[in-house]
């Protein structure tokens, strides 16, 4: 069965510095996204991206965020400088499309970053 | 008021028991409902999709009343294996102003006990 992965499964990096956190969404989705989970919180919606370009992004993607499909398969999210605050668990997620039951969404395993 | 709204449990119930969980959402332009469920530290897998007409997938059965912009989740027949945060998640309309956004409720964290 298709999946998203992500690489790295963990990232520590100390505040400051620039991560690049890596996602392939399933092969034939057109629509990918990125949440976020802090410890012991709700999973919190980030950015979506279709069409090579920015959908909708929250007041939490901030311009320390950026995303980016380098190629036919990678999606990256990169946060230029950390802080304390991004330590979070980061998940991408891909659908097929926006609409009908083609809208649902599939999450990767995560990435579990690290600010220290 | 929250955009998601479910009872945190914990729910604790012995294997066999039958389980319902609600949860309310406040955007009546959201378009989708589902309900994923969430291991410790591990991403949000999907169990099921909401219909209107309400549905059932073995064990879970899942309802939604839009006029009273509320879904539920049953589980029948509980099994150690369901331990888990259930997470009820609506996504927006495109044309509500969200791209195909999901919105996450807190969780309700269901304990199987033998």
């Known amino acids: 069965e298709p999946e998203v992965t992500q690489t790295p499964s963990h990232q520590v990096t100390q505040m400051g510095q620039e991560v690049i956190l890596r996602c392939v969404p399933i092969s034939n989705h057109l629509y990918f996204y990125w949440y976020r989970q802090i410890l012991g919180q709700k999973v919190e919606f980030l950015v979506s991206?279709?069409?090579?370009?920015?959908?909708?992004k929250s007041e939490i993607f901030d311009d320390q965020f950026s995303v980016e499909r380098p190629d036919g398969s990678n999606f990256t999210l990169k946060i230029r400088s950390t802080k304390l605050e991004d330590s979070a668990m980061y998940f991408c997620?891909?659908?097929?499309?926006?609409?009908?039951?083609?809208?649902?969404?599939?999450f990767g395993p995560g990435t579990r970053l690290t600010v220290l | 008021r929250k955009e998601v709204e479910q009872d945190p449990g914990p729910f604790n119930v012995p294997e066999g028991a039958t389980v319902a969980f609600n949860c309310t959402y406040s955007?009546?332009?959201?378009?989708?409902f589902f309900w994923y469920r969430q291991d410790c530290r591990k991403e949000p897998k999907l169990l099921m999709s909401v219909y209107s007409s309400g549905n059932e997938d073995g064990r879970f059965t899942a309802q939604l009343n839009r006029a009273s912009q509320y879904i539920s989740l049953l589980i029948r027949d509980s099994k150690l294996s369901d331990s888990a945060t259930y997470l009820c998640v609506v996504n927006r309309s495109p044309f509500s102003g969200g791209y195909n956004k999901l919105i996450f409720g807190a969780g309700t964290r269901l304990a199987v006990h033998p």
């Open positions: 991206f279709y069409n090579n370009e920015i959908s909708e």
């Open positions: 997620a891909s659908s097929e499309g926006a609409s009908g039951r083609s809208d649902t969404q599939y």
């Open positions: 955007n009546s332009a959201s378009q989708s």
